[in-house]
């Protein structure tokens, strides 16, 4: 049983900072979505579809036709991720 203190569990908070880190890294990841390196983009896609933010859904599925084949197929991946 988790330890409680009060009315507070003490790993609730470090929860709470993982998601909010999450929400603030999808701007910043959505603009590298046009890096010139498709490593970039990929782990750009791969991070998008872990976070599920409906803002990447736009971007991603511009991704879908990338030149890049695994690039284009993570983009899909990431979509489904997203609406699962």
């Known amino acids: 049983m988790p330890c409680k203190r009060g009315n507070h569990y003490p790993g609730r908070g470090f ?9 603030k ?3 910043p990841l959505i603009e590298v979505l046009n ?3 498709k490593r970039v983009r990929f782990q750009a896609v791969w ?8 803002k ?12 890049d084949k ?12 997203i609406h699962s």
Do not use: C, F, M, Y
């Open 15 to 23: 929860a709470a900072a993982g998601s909010l880190a999450k929400l």
């Open 25 to 27: 890294a999808v701007e």
């Open 35 to 37: 890096h010139n390196d």
């Open 47 to 54: 991070a998008l579809g872990d976070i599920r933010d409906l």
């Open 56 to 67: 990447a859904v736009e971007p991603l599925s511009q991704l879908t036709e990338d030149e």
């Open 70 to 81: 695994e690039v284009s197929e993570a983009a899909l991946r990431a979509l489904k991720q």
